[in-house]
């Protein structure tokens, strides 16, 4: 049987929807990233990079010098986060800091993968923090629903002495609008909570593995409610004949969607 490592961008997309977790990593159906995506993730990469440089007491300079936006938002970041940046603030608390973090679980018969921003363990509490460069969600439950926060907690409470109690995950949104600090979102955690993610977790994984084994006699992975209103906004959207009535193909392709239905050109990985 083959051993998964699964992540949670993986459990996101199978809770999402299984037949696009097929297109995506069964069937490595993938479409060009447009080039905002593009911007976007590199500066994302480059503000993790920075950050891990910091992480680690090396000069920052380099990397500041070459983007002003980098620099704001890393200045602003630093005054208002000098808390739980300031390295060696509280050393005689700390058992260990560190960036880039990642951590393994042996869950079943896969193993559960996760990489902490930064992770400070201390005597009584372990944090996880998490930089996102994406504005600050409104709704706060979407994200303590996503798997990101729930299998972060979940597996640094397994893979550790940490009671679910001692642990908590933030959130940090440095990519801040001009003149207004950057925000963060917190999430404590519960032993019901991780509980409720154990059996969540076994019944996902459970499910994968029969609709894999089904998949592998021939049947495709299920699709996802029409009624969720996902498939709108899918690339996979005409292979999956979810193409809304009152849009023929050739209207999507003339309309504004021009660029999303060119990006339906699936490049299959060999
Ligand atoms: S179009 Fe809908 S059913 Fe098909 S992969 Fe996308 S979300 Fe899933």
Redesign the pocket.
């Known amino acids: 049987m083959t051993r998964f490592r699964l992540s949670q961008q993986h459990l996101n997309l199978l809770s ?2 299984p ?2 977790f097929q ?1 995506t990593y069964l069937d490595q159906l993938v479409s060009p990233v447009s080039p905002d995506d593009e911007e976007r993730i590199a500066w994302g990469n480059q503000f993790h990079l920075l950050m891990q440089q910091h992480e680690l007491g090396l000069p920052v300079e380099v990397l500041l010098n070459e983007d002003t936006e980098l620099k704001r938002c890393y200045t602003e970041f630093i005054k208002v986060a000098s808390d739980i940046l300031t390295l060696n603030a509280d050393a005689s608390n700390s058992i260990f800091r560190q960036a880039e973090h990642d951590r393994i679980l042996n869950f079943k018969d896969d193993l559960l993968v996760v990489v902490y921003d930064l992770i400070k363990a201390e005597k009584q509490q372990a944090q996880i923090f998490d930089w996102k460069t994406y504005p600050r969600p409104q709704n706060r439950h979407l994200l303590e629903q996503n798997w990101q926060t729930r299998l972060y907690l979940y597996v640094l409470v397994e893979t550790s002495q940490y009671l679910p109690e001692q642990v908590s995950m933030t959130y940090w949104f440095v990519k801040s609008p001009q003149k207004q600090p950057p925000q963060s979102l917190y999430f404590p955690y519960t032993q019901q909570q991780h509980q409720k993610t154990y059996e969540d977790l076994t019944q996902l994984i459970d499910q994968f593995h029969h609709d894999l084994n089904l998949y592998q006699q021939g049947q495709p992975f299920p ?2 409610d ?1 009624e969720q209103g ?2 709108k906004s ?4 005409i ?2 004949q ?1 193409v809304p009535d009152e849009l023929s193909v050739n209207e999507l392709i003339d309309s504004e969607n021009l660029y999303n239905i060119d990006q339906i050109q699936e490049v299959k990985i060999p």
């Open positions: 999402l929807c037949r696009k297109y699709q996802v029409l996902y498939c899918c690339q996979f959207a292979r999956c979810r």
